[in-house]
Each structure stands twice: as structure tokens, then as C-alpha cells.
């Protein structure tokens, strides 16, 4: 499995709703990101997660809650968002840190209305 | 933070012609990728080459660390190559840093 499954593929959410979005990997890689991609621009780092535990987290506003239970799956918990967090929030995996290239998901088109 | 800057910015081929794309980074960088991304946003890695050649079919990727730049060279374009071409940077601080991307339209 050479994989980033990412759920949901499209989400549309109000600003007093709470949400989760999900990321699961299967190819034993050990760390793992969130990114944030607004249109006609490159991904942004938000949060990186290695050997499970948080190591970067880009000054991301804490309505962005990263979570990650286990070394497969990663979660991005949302709250309190407004319109301008609209955005395609992509998931990545590498094997173990910038030496190793990254796979990424195929993303969450997230609207806020 | 280091700077990568991709050249063209946007790029429209006739379907069968060759291209080359550019990426300049600022530092030194531990790594080194190229992504297509297709219209429903999936970021395909291409290459992950920090130094060196490789080629994979039609696509090509040189990367001379030396000088702090990489190439990425499609030969006989399809349709299907159109899309949006990101070079990203990997760091020892963990960190990666993505090109503003060149936007390749190939026409049939």
C-alpha cells in the first residue's frame, strides 16, 4: 500500500460547527503533515508530526487542532472556523524527516460558510 | 527562510513539444521534490532527486545542488501533462518550502 487516504474528499461546514478531518498511511513512514493549499497558490506547512509526537506547528490558530493516536493515522480537528479558512488542507507522509521524499493525500476541499 | 523561485510561471505547449522547467533555491537543502498537481489537486510525486539525474518515461529531472538549482524536462507533451508543476525544498529543520509553481497548459 503506497498510500495517504485522506477523508473526507469535500466538506462544507458553518462557523459554530465542529469537524474532523482524517488522514491514514500504511507504509510504515513515521512522520506525518498537514497542509494548507488557497487557490492558485503552493501548499503551506500547518503541522508536522514525528514518531507521533508534534515537532512543528507553523503558528497555525488553535480553531486547528492536529492530533495523531497512532503512526498511521493523523487528524485535524476544526472549530470556530471562518470563510477564509476555505481551503484544499492536503496530508502527507514521509519515512523519517526531510531526507526521505513525501506522499501526499489527494486532499480535503473544506468550505466555510 | 529559503527562497525557491520556479521559472516560467505559466507555460503553453503544443501537445508533442519538449519543455524545461526551472527551480532556484537560496541554501543548501537536504532534499529536493518535484510534484504535478491535476486539476482535482492530487500532488503526484515526480521526482525526489537532491543531486543528480533521473528519468522516468518522458519526464527528466537534473539537480546540481552545487549551484543550487534543478530542471525538470518533459519530452513529447500529451494532454495530460497540463496541470501545475511544484518544486518543493526539504531542510535539516524539518521544514519544506514550495515553489509558487509553473502552470503548464498543453493544447491538442
Known amino acids: 500500500d503506497t498510500e495517504v487516504t485522506q477523508t473526507p474528499k469535500h466538506l462544507v461546514m458553518g462557523m459554530t460547527n465542529k469537524k474532523s478531518l482524517k488522514c491514514e498511511q500504511h507504509m510504515g513512514h513515521r512522520a506525518m503533515y498537514w497542509y494548507k493549499q488557497k487557490a492558485k497558490k503552493p501548499p503551506e506547512l500547518m503541522f508536522v508530526y514525528s514518531y507521533e509526537k508534534l515537532s512543528i506547528n507553523e503558528s497555525v490558530p488553535s480553531r486547528f487542532s492536529p492530533e495523531c493516536p497512532n503512526s498511521s493515522l493523523l487528524n485535524l480537528h476544526l472549530h470556530a472556523l471562518q470563510p477564509e479558512d476555505s481551503a484544499l488542507y492536503l496530508c502527507?507522509?514521509?519515512?523519517?524527516?526531510?531526507?526521505?521524499?513525501?506522499?501526499f493525500g489527494s486532499g480535503t476541499r473544506l468550505t466555510v460558510v | 527562510g529559503i527562497q525557491v523561485e520556479q521559472s516560467p510561471p505559466d507555460l503553453i505547449l503544443q501537445e508533442g513539444a519538449n519543455s524545461t522547467l526551472r527551480c532556484n533555491f537560496s541554501d543548501s537543502v537536504n532534499n529536493l521534490q518535484w510534484f504535478h498537481q491535476n486539476p482535482w489537486g492530487q500532488l503526484i510525486n515526480l521526482f525526489y532527486?537532491?543531486?543528480g539525474t533521473k528519468q522516468n518515461g518522458r519526464l527528466s529531472a537534473t539537480t546540481v545542488a552545487t549551484e543550487r538549482y534543478s530542471l525538470l524536462y518533459i519530452s513529447s507533451s500529451q494532454t495530460t501533462d497540463s496541470g501545475v508543476y511544484f518544486c518543493a525544498v526539504h531542510t535539516n529543520a524539518g521544514k519544506s518550502t514550495f515553489g509558487d509553481g509553473t502552470t503548464l497548459t498543453v493544447k491538442p
Open positions: 502527507a507522509s514521509s519515512q523519517g524527516g526531510v531526507a526521505y521524499g513525501y506522499t
Open positions: 532527486i537532491p543531486s
